[in-house]
């Protein structure tokens, strides 16, 4: 089974330029999310989605961070205009509805200068 | 919210003696528990988990325990080997999930 995909791998920008992130998540699941994982910390939830509704955004900066996932399988999550504290691993994961194992993708790097 | 404290953050151990990891959380009606490794430049991967019906879950090395009169749980390692070395987080959900801040073991050969 193939697992979560997302891309880029790795991105430097400069401060105030604007970013996105695709992730494809492995089929048949329902939910996708993304975390922010900044160094040394644990990843932190930004958005959860169901299908293609969001179930919980409470911890997206939404004055500069969005989201979406149309049609309910891939996603992306735009930074615009990056800060330098945006700097961090963008991670993707799916998972079947409920509390089940979260499978996560290999990660984009961002680097905001 | 929910809040995740993980102790201790950072394990040193020789190889073959046994880690373990603990974790407290706040939310009385979280009702899973996953445990991630993490290494280097890679993603989290999951590598034992339990629910809240289950007070103690075992897969070979690696066990679970959870008291949810206490909220806390931890995850213990026997015979570590050197590719046990890694960051490990806990993690508690409701409904979302909440890791904790890591714990990064090392095990010397």
């Known amino acids: 089974e193939a697992g979560v995909a997302q891309s880029p791998r790795y991105k430097i920008i400069e401060k105030r330029q604007s970013v996105a992130f695709w992730c494809n998540p492995i089929?048949?699941?329902?939910?996708l999310y993304w975390y922010q994982q900044i160094l040394g910390q644990g990843p932190k939830l930004l958005i959860q989605?169901?299908?293609?509704?969001?179930?919980?955004d409470s911890q997206l900066p939404k004055d500069r961070f969005s989201a979406e996932r149309l049609k309910g399988v891939d996603s992306t999550l735009k930074i615009q205009p990056a800060k330098l504290e945006d700097s961090a691993v963008y991670l993707c994961?799916?998972?079947?509805?409920?509390?089940?194992?979260?499978?996560f993708g290999p990660g984009t790097r961002l680097t905001v200068t | 919210g929910e809040n995740v404290e993980q102790h201790p953050s950072t394990l040193s151990v020789q190889e073959g003696d046994s880690a373990v990891i603990k974790c407290t959380y706040s939310?009385?009606?979280?009702?899973?528990f996953p445990w991630y490794k993490q290494e280097l430049g890679k993603r989290p991967q999951l590598i034992i988990d339990i629910r809240s019906n289950v007070g103690e879950k075992k897969d070979q090395r690696i066990a679970v325990t959870l008291n949810k009169t206490a909220k806390h749980f931890s995850l213990h390692i026997t015979e570590t080997q050197p590719e046990d070395s890694a960051v490990y987080f806990c993690a508690a959900t409701f409904q979302k999930l909440v890791f904790g801040t890591g714990t990064r073991l090392l095990v010397s050969p």
């Open positions: 089929s048949g699941h329902a939910t």
């Open positions: 989605f169901q299908n293609n509704g969001v179930v919980d």
């Open positions: 994961a799916s998972s079947v509805p409920g509390p089940y194992e979260q499978y």
């Open positions: 939310d009385s009606a979280s009702n899973y």
